[in-house]
């Protein structure tokens, strides 16, 4: 239903909406739920700017993955290459680090990783104020707020892949072991809020086969995460060859 209002008047004010959710799950917690769940909520939209897929084949942010046909999963070396999504005033790692991106008055990818994380961290902490939540129970509001702490780890794990990425991109750049080791650091840190990320989604999600991206079973890529480590340990620096890349296709109205 707010999905539907939103895209019928998106000037609806903010106090509607809250309305409806304290009718839904009643007042008592409805002040603490609000907060992570709009927190939550952005994390799609963050990354998706970063990681830009004009086309739902292109993009499935709920599993780091495209189509096979296109990309499949998006591993820390595709990372490094992402073309932000035009209008979005982000740089890519590549156009950061060799492009005067900052003259044009871009945004740093570090900049996505950080709102990221804060947006994680808010959720994460909302959902401490409300009452504990179980993964399998029948409640809506305990699966609301397993959702939100679902996008909140989901949205770790983008923020340390960024991370990881730029550090690869450091090391491609000055040949200097520090940032290769703190690409690998940052890399630990994403599998661990994959693991449990796939944790809560698997207990909510069945595999299932999409009919434009293919078959997502996000437990499953618990492999292709690890083979970041992988790409890291065996990267030569100089491997990458900037070019200007033009944003030509305009973004889809907000």
């Known amino acids: ?30 002040s603490d739920l609000i907060p992570a769940w ?23 942010p709920e599993a780091n993955i495209s189509s096979k046909r296109y990309r499949g999963f998006f591993t820390v070396s595709e990372y490094i290459h992402r073309q932000p999504m035009a209008g979005s005033n982000i740089a890519g790692i590549t156009e950061w680090l060799h492009a005067d991106a900052k003259s ?21 902490k909302g959902l401490k104020r409300l009452p504990p939540h179980s993964t399998t129970s029948g409640n809506e509001l305990q699966q609301t707020q397993s959702d939100i702490e679902a996008f909140a780890t989901l949205g770790l794990y983008y923020a340390a892949k960024i ?36 944790g809560i989604y698997s207990q909510k999600n069945a595999p299932a ?27 030569k620096p100089n491997s990458i060859t900037y070019e200007v890349q033009k944003k030509t296709k305009k973004p889809f109205k907000e």
């Not at 709009?38 to 499935?60: M, N, Q």
């Not at 740093?108 to 804060?118: E, G, H, Q």
């Open 1 to 30: 239903r707010i999905w539907g209002r939103l895209s019928f008047d998106p000037t609806i004010p903010k106090a509607e909406f809250n309305a409806m959710i304290e009718h839904r799950f009643g007042g008592k917690y409805t």
């Open 38 to 60: 709009e927190a939550a909520s952005l994390i799609f939209p963050y990354i998706t700017r970063f990681v830009w897929g004009d086309i739902d084949l292109k993009w499935f």
């Open 104 to 124: 044009k008055g871009l945004k740093s990818p570090l900049v996505i990783a950080d709102s990221l994380t804060l947006l994680a961290d808010k959720a994460l």
């Open 163 to 198: 991370q990881a990425a730029y550090a690869l991109a450091e090391f491609d750049k000055t040949s200097q072991t520090t940032h290769k080791q703190n690409s690998l650091l940052w890399l630990k840190k994403a599998e661990q809020y994959w693991t449990t990320y796939a």
């Open 209 to 235: 086969l999409y009919n434009r991206v293919g078959y997502v079973d996000v437990n499953a890529l618990k492999i292709e995460v690890k083979k970041d480590y992988e790409i890291v340990n065996s990267w």
